[in-house]
């Protein structure tokens, strides 16, 4: 299995910045697609950014320009840089990273546990 910890949440005032890192662990064989979803209280869960292995980059239109997604593969690590950031950004941020266990093994999406960001006003 795929073990996921997130770390750099916390609470900042608008305007601030913090970056989140997420570190993938476990009997990995590749790691493709990783990224970041969020989710605000009594929302659904949307994808922030997203990296392929490639290097390629995916962001939602709210956060262009604001934030950077990057990964470190030699570490199994994802980071997202958060700078401007506004009390919309507030959410539980979850890591998403897809995997396989194997050569002949297909790929899965595996979660991280959350982190909170809390942006005031």
């Known amino acids: 299995q795929v073990q996921l910890v997130e770390s750099g949440g916390g609470l900042v005032q608008a305007g601030g910045s913090l970056r989140l890192s997420c570190a993938a662990s476990g009997r990995i064989y590749r790691i493709y697609d990783m990224g970041w979803y969020r989710q605000p209280p009594g929302k659904q869960r949307d994808l922030v950014a997203a990296?392929?292995?490639?290097?390629?980059?995916n962001y939602a239109d709210s956060v262009k320009g604001r934030f950077n997604i990057s990964r470190d593969n030699a570490k199994n690590t994802v980071y997202l840089q958060m700078n401007s950031l506004k009390p919309e950004d507030t959410a539980v941020y979850y890591c998403?990273?897809?995997?396989?266990?194997?050569?002949?093994?297909?790929?899965?999406?595996?979660w991280g546990q959350g982190t909170q960001v809390t942006v005031s006003s």
């Open positions: 998403n990273v897809r995997a396989s266990l194997g050569y002949y093994s297909g790929s899965h999406a595996y």
């Open positions: 990296i392929t292995d490639g290097g390629s980059t």
